[in-house]
């Protein structure tokens, strides 16, 4: 049965920005004043026929009413309810999964502060533990900084990974770069003609790039592949082409620190550099065309794997979307170095991810791709492919950097996946979950710690897999 579609915040947002009175705007709609507010109260789902008639309105696309960026708050607002459940809440309950979903269509601002708030306590937890072990050990400790990571991801995740502004202005911008040839030899080019900057190559610098505004030298490390050196001319590109696109997103996320802003400047950069190199409508149209293979869209475009996986994530422009992808970066300690998803997908924001996820298992067969159908606790299914990528050092004495890369789609777009051959998309699915501290699976034998939100006894004449058993989950949770 398809979800309601309750557009009450978001409608009313779209009405009062353009003037309209709730009689005026009606009208344009063709419905009742009374039909309409209560559409704006969130007393009545939107139609198909309404839907319809707000994108002819408002002329948007049905796109801005999905309801997976609604799912990826919910998901966080459970992580964070559970998280504070026990020790700041005086032992209450989290909300239920319906109390959740009114909470997020009622009142959307409301839940993001909550996060905001949530995401200052565990950073004020983390300093109080780090000053605790200090006095402990009774030496003096270094200040734990508040990292401003989180808030950039957050700005990224609830855009669906997608800046159209810097994605358009890129696009037009690639069209002047020949593709006959070296993609680097083009960039260098194109740096040179645009804003007089000379590019040289050195052997072993420690910085992948390094500008200087006087000289307007660009110093690339020679030592680095290809594809890497590409990239870092593209960022530099985007950065002289497009800074007032770029403080201009800066402005309006209005980020609550200056090192929050300094980070996101580099990852809108970045993100206009991978438009550069992979131009949305020809690179989408490739992707189809290959079947979504990685290592033929590298090739053809002459950039690194993760690159590709990257841009695959960002394929959401109103109008022209392409498959909603996830994508991981892990290092070998478990950390989520990046993570963007465009799907129901959720990565845990504090912990470690799912054991049982193939991600993990990606560093034991280098280079080689693995393929996992997974199905999450609500029942989605996910194609999940998983490479393991090394990053060179240049030097001996420094050690190269080894990341897991993870890319996934839910198994309704199996037919547009060349990794999905020959699986089984009815079969059995690895059972993962978010983390360990939040997951409801009474029976997976692979956890770390007990879930946070769930009660658990110790049998004194049993021992399991693990030494606990948990309680069964409410008829109304999760």
Known sequence: ???????????????????????????????????????????????????????????????????????????????????????????????????????????????????????????LDERVKALDDTLGRDELGARVALLPYEEVRDFFHYRDNYVDSLDTAAEALAADIPQDGPIERALETLLADRHGVRTVYVAGQEALRRYDPASRILSLDAWQPGATRSFQQAHQLALMSFRDLIESELDRAAFRTQAARDVARVGLANYAAGALLLPYRAFLEAARAEKHDIDRLRTRFQVSFEQVCHRLSTLQRPGWRGVPFYFARVDMAGNITKRHSATRFQFARFGGACPLWNVHEAFATPDRIGVQLAEMPDGSRYISIARSVSKPSGSYLANDRRYALSLGCEVEHAGSLVYAAGLDLNGPAARIGVSCRICERTDCTQRAFPPLDRALHVPENERGVVPYVLDGPRPDRY
């Open 1 to 123: 049965m398809a979800e309601k579609l309750f557009l009450g915040p978001k409608l009313r947002k779209l009405r009062e920005a353009r003037g309209w009175t709730l009689e005026a705007c009606a009208e344009r709609l063709g419905l009742s004043p009374s039909y309409l507010s209560q559409i704006e109260t969130n007393q009545r789902p939107a139609t198909a026929r309404v839907l319809i008639a707000l994108t002819r309105a408002f002329h948007i696309d049905a796109s801005l009413f999905d309801l997976e960026g609604d799912a990826r708050l919910i998901a966080d607002l459970r992580e964070a309810t559970t998280d504070i459940a026990g020790p700041v809440s005086g032992g209450a309950e989290p909300p239920t999964a319906a109390e959740l979903k009114q909470a997020v269509a009622n009142t959307p601002r409301l839940a993001h502060q909550f996060l905001a708030l949530h995401q200052a306590f565990r950073q």
